[in-house]
């Protein structure tokens, strides 16, 4: 009698073994960090390397200001990991903005973060590779937590992509804060204003340099908008590519019910 209740615990706590990781209702939010944490440090690592190389061949802004020996100011390039940091946000549409009024990427000076857009920039591979590298490292890492917690279905599937998306959140966050950049020298903080037409629209030069335009009065601070970081670099698209990456674990599923969809 005791054998016949042995050998059935025996099946039972085989049964338990062999079932999923990923099966019932329960989010798996551990291993999603661990992925997400893994492909948020690996693709800013990336992104860091390359504006390291791209700040080693730029050149900083040189303009003469007042008038003797010291009439010559040269600023200093904005430091890679800062840089790196808006290069990375910039991937997801995040925006920026000098003391509350909204800015782009490349109204900042001296700094190479902002890689040139067009086919005819030196710098156009490097923007195209490091898209593809962040984005895939999101489908990767959704793809991997799917995989990793051997998801039943779609839904889980997908479910388990989207938990890639919190260390996103968290480095949204640390960067939004602490990446930005005060501008205290006349040649950036004049570039960063600009003349009508041109600049960050809605600062006036008056409020940072006196009146001889040759000295600053008031620091300009350049960096990411909290809000979209958060919004975009840290919940909207680490969640839905995460998800995708999920997805693709269960490729003939999600067809199926896309086609369903259709139908």
Known sequence: MSDGKQLDYEDESDVQRQVPQGS???LPVK?????GAIAVVATYLTHLLLTMIATAQSSPIAEAVGTGEDSLVITEMVPSWKAAGWSYLSVFG???E???EA???GDAPNHAAAFGSGPGSPFFLSALFL????VGGIVAAGYAVAKYTNADDTVDAAKAGVTVA????AFAAIAAFLMSHSYSEVPTVASLIGSEGSGVLG???TEYLNDAGDSVTTNAKFGPSMTDALLFAGIIVPAILGAVGGLLTQPRDALETVMAKIQ
């Open 24 to 26: 019932g209702n329960e």
């Open 31 to 35: 291993e999603g960090a661990v992925f």
């Open 103 to 105: 800015a782009a990427l």
């Open 94 to 96: 995040t925006g920026f």
């Open 98 to 100: 000098v003391d509350g």
């Open 131 to 134: 898209f593809l590298v962040t």
């Open 166 to 169: 919190l260390p996103y959140v």
């Open 203 to 205: 600062l006036e030069v």
